[in-house]
């Protein structure tokens, strides 16, 4: 069975740098695509940041661009997401996703291409 299991969440300051973890099990994750998505309750979730299997290609959502890294390690089978000068803004719960992509450079921003999802990590930012 294919799992995503993501970590690192918590609660921190504004201003402050969190790293989220996601380690994928039951399946190379260098044959993947990856993303990371955030939800607030009652609202959509919404594209955060992606990357290509093969690291060349990444893309992120207008709102954390310049603050938020997402890297990969294969030989870990982890993705992760770097946050920097989080804001209240930035609370939610965050989720990994996998998409199995044919071409290395491959990314992806829409969610419902995604097959494998994590169960998700709280953040929350407040003083």
């Known amino acids: 069975q294919v799992q995503l299991v993501e970590s690192g969440g918590g609660l921190v300051q504004p201003g402050d740098s969190l790293t989220l973890s996601c380690t994928l099990s039951g399946d190379t994750i260098g044959d993947y695509a990856m993303g990371w998505f955030r939800q607030t309750p009652g609202k959509e979730r919404l594209f955060v940041a992606t990357?290509?299997?093969?690291?060349?290609?990444?893309n992120y959502g207008d709102s954390v661009k310049g603050r938020f890294t997402i890297s990969r390690d294969n030989a870990k089978n982890t993705v992760y997401l770097q946050m920097n000068s989080l804001k209240p803004v930035d609370t939610a719960v965050y989720y990994c996703a996998a998409d199995r992509t044919y071409y290395g450079f491959s990314i992806e921003t829409r969610q419902n291409e995604y097959e494998v999802w994590g169960q998700g990590t709280q953040v929350t930012v407040s003083s």
């Open positions: 990357i290509s299997k093969d690291t060349t290609n990444s």
